[in-house]
């Protein structure tokens, strides 16, 4: 166990304590809870409060410069055994969307994350990783083996988009034989544009996953990331109980892996599928809860501006009430004609926000999109470490994009 850092901003900044949502640190038996430590500019501009989860089995962050602008998300690797999929896009339209390659260094942050052969022990065993570059067909650029060998180099942007096909050769690699069990440990995470394909053939496909007891995840760079996606796909996305995120910044594909991680990249031990925290820059879909309302929670800066975005997609009328931590309403409001419901609000507070949307139509498939939008920036994670204390976690730097 890591000894307590000395923080370079006193006690103030670590006192306060927020959950950051309960059901994006959920890793089955073993609760972790993440440690979100907001740090201020050297300059003074920018001045954070440090949002602190105690769990006695929880290693503290790592020792944080005073002139840090960004804090850290620290993200336990699970149990090891796992078998995962970091899926591609490397089609032409790639140049325009994301010209810096920002998706293959979200892949490269999510092999990171994983157990490698060398950090494998008696009670922790070492996860597998492949790696599956598609554009108008797929390849299998890295088979599955050690995390810490795979090599994302040869990923470039040219050719069509066979979304299908990625998924499918995903699929295939992580179920070959002698590769070890599949159902419950495996699991599948796809960063595209989302520009082509069949919709019909990449459902059947993600159908074929669930059906293996794989969990895939999506993150769509789309133009608009708003707008509702394919309702079918998206249905048999949350249906494998992944993550779907859009996002219209290619910076926040870092985001979206460390939130997958975070949620759970597997349906083993490592999540239960519910995604109830809101990351700025990315949009989120959810099942209406047939009880409802769902919730969800944001952790708010004094003076942040927040504009909250809820899409129906087949959820029907939504009517949405954002509350502060007392419980106190700020705000409400119902879809339009488009199924959009917005809000727009100044955080009154550093504190936790709180938004329930309700749905007419509460059949089992009923889906919406959640964002949030930021005066802040986008919430990027752009680093993911291994702590050297313990080969059970990894510290994530979470970075705010300007």
Same mark, same amino acid.
């Given at each position: ?8 901003? @006193? ?175 495996? @699991? ?215």
């Amino acid at each position: 166990m890591a000894s307590e850092p000395s923080w370079p901003f @006193g006690a103030a900044f670590s006192s306060v304590g927020l959950w950051l949502g309960h059901n994006i640190c959920a890793y089955g038996k073993t609760e972790i809870m993440l440690q979100l430590i907001h740090l201020a500019a050297a300059t003074g501009f920018l001045a954070s409060v440090g949002h602190t989860f105690a769990h006695p089995d929880l290693v503290l962050p790592r020792q944080s410069a005073p002139t840090a602008l960004c804090p850290d998300l620290q993200i336990p690797s699970g149990s090891g055994g796992r078998k995962i999929a970091v899926v591609i896009d490397s089609s032409s339209s790639n140049h325009g969307t994301d010209p810096d390659d920002l998706r293959v260094a979200a892949g490269r942050s999510l092999a990171d994350v994983l157990v490698s052969t060398a950090e494998a022990t008696a009670d922790l065993q070492a996860d597998q990783l492949a790696i599956v570059d598609f554009d108008s067909s797929a390849t299998v650029i890295y088979e599955l083996g050690d995390p810490a060998a795979a090599d994302f180099s040869s990923i470039d942007s040219f050719g069509g988009t066979s979304i299908v096909s990625g998924v499918e050769a995903a699929v295939d690699e992580l179920t070959k034989p002698e590769s070890g069990p599949t159902a419950d440990r495996a @699991g599948i995470v796809v960063l595209t544009d989302g520009q082509g394909g069949s919709v019909a053939s990449l459902v059947e496909q993600i159908n074929r996953a669930i059906g293996l007891g794989i969990r895939v995840s999506f993150g769509f760079l789309a133009a608009d990331a708003e707008g509702a996606g394919d309702p079918d796909v998206l249905a048999a996305i949350l249906s494998s109980s992944g993550i779907y995120s859009a996002f219209d910044n290619a910076a926040a594909q870092q985001g979206f892996v460390n939130l997958v991680v975070s949620h759970g990249l597997t349906n083993g031990g490592a999540g239960d599928g519910d995604t109830s925290t809101l990351l700025a820059g990315l949009s989120i879909a959810a099942k209406v809860d047939p009880d409802g309302p769902n919730t969800f929670t944001y952790a708010a800066q004094d003076g942040e501006d927040l504009g909250f975005t809820v899409t129906s997609v087949t959820a029907g009328n939504l009517t949405c009430a954002l509350s502060d931590a007392s419980g106190a309403e700020l705000a409400t409001a119902s879809s339009d004609e488009s199924g959009l419901a917005t809000i727009n609000v100044t955080a009154p507070a550093t504190s936790e926000l709180q938004l329930s949307v309700s749905a007419s139509n509460t059949s089992e498939d009923a889906t919406f999109l959640v964002m949030v939008n930021s005066s802040l920036g986008i919430a990027s994670h752009s680093e993911v470490k291994l702590t050297s204390e313990t080969s059970k976690k990894h510290n994530v730097q979470m970075d705010r994009m300007w």
